[in-house]
């Protein structure tokens, strides 16, 4: 008896330590719902010219792979860096940072930095100074999008010429019945009117214009930002291939699920790669 339940208690102890070690934090899984690796994933990278790495902003696991995926894709192809999360008229600071000329706490003072840039994205803007890489701040100044927001693209008429500068050319295309801000309207109840996606589309144009405008011959731009401004192929991708139709780009969106052993039906197609991490990953704010 006793010889039986030793040999029990070891059973246990090793199907227990096998099933721990196979809990995963996040799968990947291709359009179609497909599992597939973080190798296919960089592999298929190397075969376009535009990336953009869609996440959720407080997630630490995706934070974590945009930084490795920059790294080994940069083994691979020469890059130019680009993200939301820095506003098109901070990029003189931007560049004063990456240039060496001014500390971490000047660039914190004079540029309108997101609350977690030093978790988040200061990682990435370092490993760019660090392989002297270009790294461009592609998003509109927001006081911008809330001028939309209170008065749609009809408010940007009385910026000066040298503010415009900032934003996508006016006029831009806009179609407002693209589902994704379609989307944005009902899941607001109508709050915001007409003018909520409106302002969102000034976000998605603005970075299109900055990523098509920093783009080097021979290099891939990656870009950063947040899942919703690229899934579906919508949003900047969108406004990417409006201008550009040619241009090859990868879509990578992030969602989140309690299960990540197999991509919930919702998402299927919402980008070419989709990472899947579990709802209980750490979140950084």
Same mark, same amino acid.
């Given at each position: ?5 030793? &040999?029990?208690?070891?059973?246990? /102890? ?14 990947? %899984?291709? @359009? !179609?719902?497909?599992?597939? +690796? ?31 995926? *920059?790294?080994?894709? !940069?083994? =691979? !192809? ?31 003072? &004079?540029?309108? $930095?997101?609350?977690?840039?030093? *978790?988040?994205?200061?990682? &990435?803007?370092? %490993?760019? @100074? ?24 009809? /408010? ?7 503010? @415009?500068?900032?934003? /996508?050319?006016?006029? %831009? ?24 996606? =409106?302002?969102?589309?000034? @976000?998605?144009? *603005?970075? /299109? ?40 780009? &990868?879509?990578?969106?992030?969602? !989140? ?5 197999? $991509? ?8 070419? %790669?989709?990472?899947? +991490? ?5 979140? +950084?704010?």
């Amino acid at each position: 008896m006793v010889l039986k339940n030793a &040999l029990f208690c070891l059973v246990f /102890a090793v199907s227990f330590a096998g099933s721990a070690q196979n809990k995963m934090p996040y799968q990947i %899984f291709t @359009k !179609s719902g497909k599992i597939t +690796t973080y190798n296919q994933m960089v592999d298929a990278a190397t075969q376009n010219e535009v990336i953009l790495f869609g996440e959720h902003h407080d997630n630490s696991i995706i934070h974590w792979l945009q930084l490795e995926f *920059t790294k080994d894709l !940069s083994t =691979k !192809s020469a890059l130019v860096l680009g993200a939301e999360m820095i506003e098109a008229d901070n990029q003189m600071q931007l560049d004063q940072y990456l240039n060496g000329e001014i500390n971490q706490q000047a660039f914190d003072t &004079l540029a309108r $930095l997101w609350n977690n840039h030093k *978790t988040d994205y200061k990682p &990435l803007v370092d %490993f760019a @100074k660090q392989r002297k890489m270009r790294f461009i701040a592609t998003n509109v100044p927001r006081r911008y999008a809330r001028m939309v927001y209170r008065g749609g693209f009809e /408010a940007l008429d009385t910026l000066t010429a040298n503010e @415009k500068k900032w934003i /996508a050319p006016m006029p %831009f295309s806009y179609d407002s019945n693209l589902p994704g801000y379609r989307k944005m309207v009902e899941e607001m109840g109508g709050h915001g009117g007409e003018n909520l996606p =409106k302002a969102q589309a000034i @976000k998605d144009a *603005t970075m /299109a214009h900055f990523i098509t405008e920093n783009m080097k011959k021979d290099s891939i731009f990656v870009h950063y930002n947040g899942t919703y401004h690229s899934d579906f192929h919508e949003g900047i991708f969108w406004y990417l291939k409006s201008s550009l139709p040619r241009l090859k780009i &990868l879509t990578i969106a992030t969602v !989140s699920q309690s299960d990540v052993s197999s $991509l919930e039906i919702e998402h299927l197609n919402k980008a070419d %790669f989709i990472i899947v +991490t579990d709802d209980d990953v750490t979140k +950084t704010y």
